[in-house]
């Protein structure tokens, strides 16, 4: 059985993840503001689409344990459990959307792309060097056709 200090552990933990999340993805939309953003850095392309899938995949496994945890608690209440099971069916359904969009944006010839979707906001981040205005509209199209967001709220970043 997990104790109470085991517990708070793993909520404070969670919660750190939260914060440093919200904290990266309001960055890059205000970074963006609606615009193409050109990364100029040395990054090594391959080892950041790596890194921050592994990143990505982590924080996610820890909110699913967070929640699983909640559901097999004995002490929460049904209204808790509730909303665990709605929080891991967005989990699911915002995962399942980011795999479909990074499919068929993949699909239109680029090497590598990481979706990542908030409530409000979809951030592509593509393998190239820089993206031509037709290109941004192909993947922006497909972004629209899948989630519905404005233009607005829809990021397009070149990664070299």
Do not use: H, W
Request: net charge negative; glycine share 4%.
């Amino acid at each position: 059985m997990v104790t109470k200090k085991k517990k708070i552990i793993v909520l404070s933990v969670m919660l750190c993840l939260l914060v440093l999340t919200g904290f990266l993805n309001l960055s890059i939309n205000q970074a963006g503001n609606g615009e193409v953003i050109n990364t100029n850095a040395s990054i090594n392309s391959s080892n950041f689409f790596t890194s921050y899938r592994a990143e990505r995949d982590s924080a996610r496994t820890q909110e699913k344990l967070y929640y699983t945890g909640i559901l097999e608690s004995q002490n929460t209440t049904a209204e808790a459990k509730k909303s665990a099971e709605t929080a891991l069916a967005n989990i699911a359904a915002t995962i399942e959307s980011e795999l479909y969009l990074e499919g068929n944006i993949r699909g239109k010839g680029y090497e590598d792309v990481i979706v990542s979707m908030t409530d409000n906001f979809v951030n592509v981040m593509v393998k190239s060097d820089e993206l031509t205005d037709a290109q941004v509209a192909g993947i922006v199209q497909v972004v629209q056709d899948q989630t519905q967001k404005s233009i607005d709220n829809i990021k397009i970043i070149p990664v070299e």
